[in-house]
């Protein structure tokens, strides 16, 4: 079975998950980039935990990024991970796949445990590999993260990479067997997270499965263009696992690079058509600019129309019609623009032409805001402007990325901070 999945950009990993007796609520945390403002929930949590090994002792919580020590909690995260392989915290799953239920107050998703091929994978705007970034890289954030990963003898994964399969081809028939496979872990999470179980996946039949259904995904795509693998959560964790392939593989002979353990990253995939994945728009609100204005700047890249609409709701149901569409809050004026010659496929797209001309020529300031509520709030107040964007269509998404690229950031959010990844597997990257 060795290789079936190369030409795929992934295959199975050996993955390390925490041995039988140990406190599985204690031992996953949520993803370290979540709750950055709340220093109190990180606190609350290291109080939870306190002794029991846990996830918590092996990541770096971004909310410590500019006031921690980044030395000595590098420095701990690093001795840490060595003494849980020392002590034998770990169980070792070889060359295994984990069918990964998770319960939310959204629904109840499932994901499928890889290892993606660095090779495969660009971060790059213009990249057509089979791996791709969703949303614009901030190569600034890449740095600090290495510092974290150039020396940790393991990695543990919170990101989530959507694959398109409408005719639930891959990972669907293991949700429907699960009950048949071995299960590894069953646990609630702590801090509102809901409950997760994972599921063994490493016989021949099913392995077979999952790469037949693979290479159907990749046989139906665009060679020019093939995008099998976009990210979820998690964009700069993974261009960070990239970045340091980059550095390790200059030293590796072509025979030496092909099975090292840091050409791949472990990963959540998750087929973006499961009813349990929530997408959120993220709107913007701009700031010390007039209506007018917007207007001027808007027209330099697009045609346009709009009309007044008399509430949220009719606003809202317009915006997700047919076309390119966004609504427009100015004092208590609610407006639908409709773009009918434009540079972008989407509206994000096209409101970021805006944002990236506003900001060269000093006409305004903007910010990303959750919530339709609080953008029409906020955008409301004298000397705003609130930009409500569409629903983000699950059967555009991909054909969306195919023609403007990766997504402005801050276009989507997939659920609540509780619904994002938990560290719950590892695997050895050196």
Not at 267 to 281: A, M, R, S, T
Not at 321 to 342: R, S
């Amino acid at each position: 079975m060795k290789d079936i999945f190369s030409t795929l950009g992934f295959k199975e990993a050996d993955i390390l998950l925490p041995k039988e007796g140990i406190d599985c609520e204690k031992w996953a945390v949520v993803a370290c980039d979540q709750y950055t403002s709340q220093p109190e929930y990180w606190e609350s949590l290291s109080e939870f935990v306190k002794d029991s090994p846990s996830t918590l002792r092996l990541i770096y919580p971004e909310v410590y990024l500019e006031t921690g020590d980044k030395d000595a909690i590098i420095s701990s995260i690093n001795e840490n991970m060595k003494k849980y392989l020392d002590e034998g915290v770990f169980t070792e799953y070889k060359d295994s796949f984990i069918l990964v239920k998770r319960d939310t107050e959204s629904g109840t998703r499932y994901g499928l445990m890889v290892a993606l091929d660095l090779e495969a994978y660009s971060y790059a705007k213009d990249s057509r590999t089979l791996i791709r970034a969703t949303e614009g890289t901030i190569l600034s954030r890449i740095p600090p993260r290495k510092e974290i990963r150039k020396d940790a003898p393991i990695e543990l994964p919170h990101i989530m990479v959507l694959i398109s399969d409408k005719e639930r081809s891959v990972i669907e028939p293991l949700r429907d067997k699960r009950d048949s496979l071995k299960k590894v872990y069953d646990t609630d999470l702590n801090k509102d997270g809901g409950h997760i179980t994972g599921y063994l996946v490493n016989g021949d039949e099913d392995k077979e499965g999952i790469r037949k259904a693979f290479q159907a995904l990749y046989d139906a795509l665009d060679p020019k263009n093939p995008l099998l693998f976009a990210m979820g959560d998690g964009n700069h964790s993974l261009a960070t696992a990239k970045s340091c392939w980059e550095d390790i593989k200059k030293d590796l002979s072509e025979e030496e690079r092909k099975n090292h353990p840091a050409r791949y990253a472990l990963v959540e995939l998750e087929n973006i058509f499961d009813p349990g994945l929530q997408f959120e728009p993220i709107h913007r609100v701009f700031f010390n600019i007039d209506n007018d204005t917007f207007d001027s700047l808007l027209s330099s890249f697009c045609t346009f129309t709009k009309e007044e609409a008399a509430s949220k709701c009719e606003m809202e149901k317009k915006i997700n019609t047919e076309g390119q569409h966004f609504g427009l809050i100015k004092g208590d004026k609610l407006f639908v623009y409709t773009v009918e010659k434009g540079e972008k496929a989407i509206a994000a797209g096209t409101i970021q032409l805006v944002i990236d001309k506003m900001l060269e020529e000093k006409k305004g300031e903007v910010d990303y805001i959750h919530g339709a509520d609080v953008t029409i709030e906020i955008g409301s107040r004298d000397g705003n402007l609130g930009i409500i964007l569409p629903d983000v269509s699950k059967d555009n998404f991909f054909s969306d990325m195919l023609k403007d690229g990766a997504y402005p950031r801050k276009t989507f959010s997939i659920g609540h901070a509780n619904e994002k990844r938990y560290y719950m597997e590892a695997r050895r990257i050196k």
